[in-house]
């Protein structure tokens, strides 16, 4: 079966001189990012490791991947992982063939499920306010630093501000932050630079917090040890407070990005504005969020008018 018996994550250790020389077309030509290389490598070697036997990849036919994608399915991967790996395994083939001189792409006979298009979970404005608040509101542990409250609203505020991405917000230095011009300079996806504004009320919170904590240069957001905080540290700022709020979803670092999205359409925003500031390289990735829109202002109008 493709999931094998290794834990999440893990490929087995095998070699193959194509798939070596793939990864580094995708990191020195293509200059995809580690997760990128790490999840396609993964997808691979899942594709290695699940098909008995594995024929090589110049023998595999159409059939053998369909194969291997009902496996998938079988096994209860969700839509968007069996797209990844198919994803992976197209790019390697359309490798081949440029460069390794295969003449034919056995994925591009398999028709993939349809992607499920479920709607983001949003927080309305009450909800976020009251995440945005709780730092300054409960006691923050004894081994704390004395800064840890202002941190975390820092960190809190500029996910709502900003709309940025868990890694970039984790990957931001002090100079990436613009005081006197409320903005931020983000590293997205593929390497790609985009500046953010920056609210006021974030801003604000970013210069209490570097002041607090004397956060001069380096990362911007430290542990109480003074070393960058990683992305699993501030998915747990958001636990730590959302166990202590009334807000009945869960909340997450992307939740917050989906409200920033929705509450700025809802507010008049134009979807080409909102696609910039989210980093987005299709604008059909960020309409997403006008269906969101659209859920809300149904609710609101069978709630309110009269003859709904």
């Known amino acids: 079966m493709p999931e094998g018996s290794k834990k999440a994550g893990e490929s087995p250790h095998w070699e193959d001189s194509r798939v ?53 399915m079988k096994s209860g ?86 709309g940025v991405r868990l890694a970039e917000l984790a990957a931001m230095n002090v100079e990436d932050f613009d ?41 911007l957001f430290i542990s109480k040890l003074r070393k960058r905080l990683t992305p699993r540290a501030i998915s747990n700022v958001f636990k730590k407070y959302h166990a202590l709020s009334d807000i009945p979803v869960n909340v997450s670092p992307h939740k917050l990005r989906h409200s920033f999205a929705t509450h700025l359409l809802d507010n008049g925003a134009d979807l080409r504005s909102v696609q910039t500031l989210l980093g987005h390289a299709s604008l059909s990735t960020t309409q997403i969020y006008t269906h969101v829109s659209i859920e809300r202002m149904k609710r609101v109008y069978e709630e309110s008018h009269p003859r709904a």
């Open 179 to 219: 005081l006197h011009n409320e903005c931020v300079r983000v590293v997205g996806k593929g390497s790609k630079e985009r500046v953010c504004p920056v609210g006021n009320l974030a801003a604000e919170a970013i210069h209490r917090y570097r002041n607090e904590a004397r956060v001069m240069g380096g990362a």
């Open 77 to 162: 991967w969700a839509r968007s992982t069996v797209r990844l790996h198919f994803a992976a395994l197209r790019s390697f083939y359309k490798f081949l063939n440029r460069r390794c001189g295969f003449k034919v792409n056995p994925i591009a006979e398999v028709q993939l499920p349809k992607i499920e298009k479920k709607l983001p979970v949003v927080l309305n404005i009450k909800q976020v306010t009251e995440l945005l608040e709780k730092p300054f509101q409960v006691d923050q542990p004894k081994q704390a630093p004395v800064w840890t409250a202002a941190r975390d609203a820092a960190i809190l505020e500029l996910f709502y501000s900003s």
């Open 20 to 72: 070596d020389a793939f990864m580094e077309y995708l990191s020195v030509e293509k200059n995809c990012s580690p997760r990128t290389l790490s999840n396609y490598h993964h997808a691979l070697a899942r594709y290695v490791e699940g098909t008995s036997p594995f024929r090589g990849w110049e023998a595999a036919d159409a059939d053998d991947f369909r194969d291997y994608l009902y496996d998938c």
